[in-house]
């Protein structure tokens, strides 16, 4: 990626990002949120329930932190990547992605939907589960796609975590615990933290190893 098309993309979206919280902080119901969560609408003792359930604990802080302390000892222990370990511990192990979600939670104060399907807790906007789910599936995804040497197994490997990372997402809908525009947020600001803690990985390892 060039450095204009990666400025582009880090724009639009923190762009798209700055617009959707305007939307909110106006207060003004959004046919968007009710139209995508009405089509996303389940009933609980489903199989479309339990299916997207499973799915929410994977964005949770826990099964995060533990795949990220994995990965840590992985690049430390494994490949003696202390580089890769040093971006990866700071940018997700070291919470700053849970950091800025926190501090814009608390500064638009959005109220999370009615009804839960199940327990949860805090402000709804943006979703914590898309924005650091989106930043640790996509450093995972790396690590992985950096070892395979073949296009196609990168390709159905980039693939597959960006399903997973969208079924995530879904699954707050579902689980009526965040509103559509919450997930959409938190997607467009992880994606362009990531972007950024990778383009900072390229830049400093290029400094460090001159």
């Known amino acids: 990626m ?19 919280m305007n939307e909110v902080q106006s207060e003004k119901s959004l046919a968007f949120d009710t139209y995508i969560a009405e089509l996303f609408s389940v009933g609980k003792k489903t199989f479309s329930f339990t299916f997207f359930k499973s799915f929410t604990y994977l964005g949770k802080s826990m099964f995060i932190g533990f795949g990220s302390l994995l990965c840590v000892l992985y690049l430390w222990i494994m490949k003696k990547d202390y580089w890769t370990m040093a971006v990866f511990s ?3 192990a070291g919470g700053g992605g849970d950091v800025l979600n926190g501090w814009i939670k608390n500064h638009v104060k959005r109220v999370r939907p ?5 327990e949860t807790a805090g402000f709804s906007f943006p979703s914590a589960h898309a924005m ?9 995804a790396y690590l992985i ?12 490997v980039g693939i597959g975590f960006f399903c997973l990372v969208l079924l995530i997402g879904v699954s707050r809908i ?3 615990v965040h509103f559509p525009t919450d997930i959409l947020a938190g997607f467009a600001l992880g994606a362009a933290y990531s972007l950024i803690l990778f383009k900072l990985y390229k830049f400093l390892g290029s400094r460090c190893f001159e």
């Open 174 to 176: 579902v689980m009526k």
């Open 145 to 156: 796609m950096s070892e395979i040497k073949g296009n196609s197994l990168k390709w159905a």
């Open 90 to 92: 700071i940018g997700i």
């Open 2 to 20: 060039n450095k204009y098309s990666w400025i582009a993309m880090v724009s639009l979206c923190l762009l798209l990002f700055f617009f959707l």
């Open 114 to 118: 009615e009804n839960h399907l199940m």
């Open 132 to 140: 650091v789910g989106l930043i640790f599936f996509s450093m995972v």
